[in-house]
């Protein structure tokens, strides 16, 4: 046994119908590099098997959703359980060989890091219930609010424009016009005669003043 408490290393690139699994002793050495199928039962017999070659941790790339059987049979047989998160796993590969993305090869890193640098490792405790719980409550909530924002996008395209707010600049004009008139000239009279080039309008004198006396 070394320093990190465990003997074997079982990394799992967990999928939907099957997983990869990659065994590793402390000295490197491949105990088991297959593909399994998502069954208990196949799974609980490759645990088991391990269990034999000392103490076992095994780690998966996903905690959640399709990691879930795997965690579930190890930890009903007592082995604990650790997960790599996947920047970490991009970082750790680029120092291994090779470029191509192949399950075994993910596998196999998987299980190399957790042998080599357990400090990259998360544990997978029951917090991460509640956070898969929080998780799946936060996914509704997006949902809603996706689809109150579409129907207030419907409704506002369906609905009759609405009016501008009023501002001085798009009041309309209301102040009569005539042709060759300013609009100061309704206010000033002599104004208006002066545009057209007319002298004001003189009162008439008493001389033509006709009124008629009783």
């Known amino acids: 046994m070394n320093d990190t408490g465990f003997d074997v290393w079982c990394g799992l690139d967990v999928g939907k119908q099957t997983h990869h699994a990659c065994a590793l002793d402390a000295h490197r050495q491949r ?5 399994l199928p998502q069954d208990q039962t196949r799974l609980g ?4 098997r391990l269990k034999t070659h000392g103490r076992v941790l095994v780690i998966v790339d996903q905690p ?7 965690i579930a049979v190890a930890r009903s047989l007592g082995i604990q359980v ?7 796993m991009r970082r750790i590969a680029d120092l291994h060989p090779g470029s ?28 991460d219930e509640n956070l898969a719980e929080l998780k799946v409550l ?3 909530d997006e949902d809603l609010t996706a689809e109150t924002t579409a129907c207030r996008t419907a409704s506002a395209a369906c609905s009759p424009r ?21 609009s100061n000239s309704w206010a000033d009279p002599k104004a208006s005669e002066r545009h057209r080039g007319q002298s004001p309008r003189r009162p008439r004198t008493g001389r033509h003043d006709h009124r008629c006396l009783d």
């Open 31 to 35: 105990l088991f590099d297959k593909e």
């Open 45 to 48: 017999e490759l645990f088991e």
């Open 64 to 70: 959640n959703t399709i990691g879930a059987l795997p």
């Open 82 to 88: 650790a997960y790599l998160p996947g920047l970490a």
């Open 100 to 127: 191509a993305k192949t399950d075994a090869r993910d596998a196999f890193i998987i299980a190399d890091a957790a042998r080599s640098m357990p400090h990259t490792l998360r544990r997978v405790d029951l917090g």
């Open 138 to 140: 936060v996914g509704f």
């Open 162 to 182: 609405s009016p501008q707010p009023w501002s001085e600049s798009s009041a309309p004009n209301w102040a009569p016009k005539q042709a060759g008139r300013s």
